[in-house]
């Protein structure tokens, strides 16, 4: 079982930087790939970033790229998001994902645990 908590996100300026941080219980956290999806006020969820669970790959949309950054450190369970330059389209619900896979994750259908989720508003 592994039980994952976002926090970090809030209200921005475009143009402006948060880092999301997902802390996950469990020993067993490096087994994981993990990724974060976000969804906006009637929009379907979306894969936005992922990473495999030795750290070494990676995955970003085309609308993040070269904006966000996805890492791991496996010794304090913990996986971030750090977001620049971040524009009002970046607005939505940041959700933290785990799936037990030796791959990267590419979508939502086999993920194993979803954390709460956590706001992310840009202003213009």
């Known amino acids: 079982q592994v039980q994952l908590v976002e926090s970090g996100g809030g209200l921005v300026q475009a143009g402006g930087s948060l880092r999301l941080s997902c802390a996950a219980s469990?020993?067993?956290?490096?087994?994981?790939?993990m990724a974060w999806f976000r969804q906006a006020p009637g929009k379907a969820r979306a894969l936005v970033a992922s990473?495999?669970?030795?750290?070494?790959?990676?995955y970003y949309a085309d609308s993040v790229k070269g904006r966000f950054t996805i890492s791991r450190d496996n010794a304090k369970n913990t996986v971030y998001l750090q977001m620049n330059s971040l524009k009002p389209e970046d607005t939505a619900v940041y959700y933290c994902?785990?799936?037990?896979?030796?791959?990267?994750?590419?979508?939502?259908?086999?993920?194993?645990?979803w954390g709460q989720g956590t706001q992310v508003t840009v202003s213009s």
């Open positions: 469990g020993r067993t956290f490096s087994s994981y790939a």
């Open positions: 994902a785990a799936e037990q896979t030796l791959r990267t994750v590419v979508n939502d259908t086999r993920i194993d645990y």
């Open positions: 990473i495999h669970w030795t750290g070494r790959s990676t």
